[in-house]
Every structure is written in C-alpha cells, then in structure tokens.
C-alpha cells in the first residue's frame, strides 16, 4: 500500500511538473512575440527619426561693419514702412 501511495505522489508531482513547464513556456512565448513587436517598433521609429532628420540651420553670419550699418537697415525699414502706409 505504501508502495501505491508513493507511486501516486510521484506521478502527480511529475503531471504538476509538465503543467508548470507548459505554462511557463507559454508565457516565454508571449514575452518573445511582446519583445519582438517592440524591436520591430523601435525599428520604425529609428527609420522615421533617420527620415525627418534635417541638418541644423546654418550659423549666422558674422558683422564686421558694426552699429552704423544696422542703423541704416533700421532707418531703411523704416521708410519702407511709411511709404506703405
């Protein structure tokens, strides 16, 4: 009888076993797909950014003709503007 009863503990320990390892194995399966669904989105992202990356505007120009020649432009733009109106 003992003999019996040790055979079923072990046989249901083993059905446990299989259940648990199907279970996880499943679950492995799941987060593979996730990460791949990720990698694969990470990777349209990385296209897009490569897409719509422009250069940076350029530097400005340095003056060398310093505050009169400003003060030209600001009196030009100022005709210009009373002779709109």
Known sequence: MPLVAG???????IAVAIVLSLRALGEIRQLRRELDETQRQ?????????L???PPPPL???RSSGLEDLRQQLRAAHREEGSEE
């Open 60 to 62: 400005p120009r340095t």
């Open 7 to 13: 055979t079923v503990i072990v046989v249901a320990l």
């Open 42 to 50: 990470l990777n349209e992202l990385k296209a897009a950014t490569d």
């Open 52 to 54: 719509m990356a422009t």
